[in-house]
């Protein structure tokens, strides 16, 4: 089984050729958490997979929180990792491994969607180029699974990874406040940003999104597939691009790039 989590639909693409490549099963990790259902049973030779992004060179919060409660009566099982990124992973695998070992992790690269800071999304013909690329990779990352190959967590990450995650993660928890987030006179009133935030840290109350959490896990998937681009987090996002990866487009309708 295959479990994922998505911000603004690379690591559900990545999850999807998995699955498709396997036939195996697509669990979306945000459901598992918000309804409580942390114990799974497998098939006869099944794996384990998680598929998720990177954010502050770690994992989702909702990602570490079913990493630390989920559990597999039965046994030892294989566990793989795969994580999607802008740049560099670092140590995100650390995050995972503390609580559900995993025996085999790689990193994808996908056209990068934090539009903070001095961020942007790219170009769209760099954007094409770099989905093109991922898709080639996932060659290599099938057969690697396929044969259940192993990689040493210890051995394979650098030290300064493992400085850069320690100290960067910490960071990724301060920006989780919604505080900032708002929707202009553009909104139309859609609803979209409450149905696909993957804590439901947002309701529609008078036809308008009304963030009802202190935090959320900062995935800016809100304000990325918002159809009016209406959703703004604070001044930053204004002037910035947005980004969904085109799998969406084919199944939810919101993504601005032909691929």
């Not at 989780?176 to 553009?186: C, F, G, P, S």
Request: charged share 25%; hydrophobic share 35%.
């Amino acid at each position: 089984m295959i479990f994922w989590y998505s911000g603004t639909g690379n690591s559900y693409w990545a999850a999807s050729e998995m699955a498709k490549y396997f036939d195996d099963r697509l669990i979306p990790i945000a459901d598992a958490v918000r309804n409580g259902e942390y114990e799974y049973e497998l098939k006869h030779g099944e794996a384990i997979g998680i598929v998720c992004p990177v954010y502050y060179w770690g994992v989702p919060q909702t990602v570490k929180t079913f990493a630390e409660n989920v559990c597999f009566p039965g046994g030892k099982h294989y566990t793989w990792l795969l994580t999607t990124c802008g740049g560099s992973s670092c140590a995100a695998v650390d995050l995972i491994n503390e609580t559900l070992p995993v025996d085999w992790f790689a990193e994808l690269r996908m056209p990068d969607n934090f539009i903070l800071m001095m961020n942007d999304v790219r170009h769209r013909d760099e954007i094409r180029a770099t989905l093109m690329n991922a898709r080639n990779e996932m060659g290599k990352i099938y057969n690697a699974v396929r044969k259940r190959e192993k990689k040493d967590i210890g051995k394979n990450l650098f030290i300064f990874s493992r400085f850069i995650t320690k100290k960067a993660w910490p960071h990724y928890h301060k920006q989780r406040t919604t505080e900032k987030y708002y929707a202009t006179d553009a909104c139309t009133g859609c609803g979209k940003c409450a149905k696909n935030c993957p804590v439901q840290a947002i309701e529609m109350r008078d036809g308008k999104p009304v963030w009802v959490k202190e935090t959320c896990d900062f995935c800016l998937g809100c304000v990325h597939r918002c159809p009016a681009k209406a959703l703004q987090r604070g001044k930053a996002t204004v002037k910035r691009g947005r980004y969904v990866h085109p799998i969406w487009k084919e199944t939810k309708g919101d993504s601005p790039f032909d691929v």
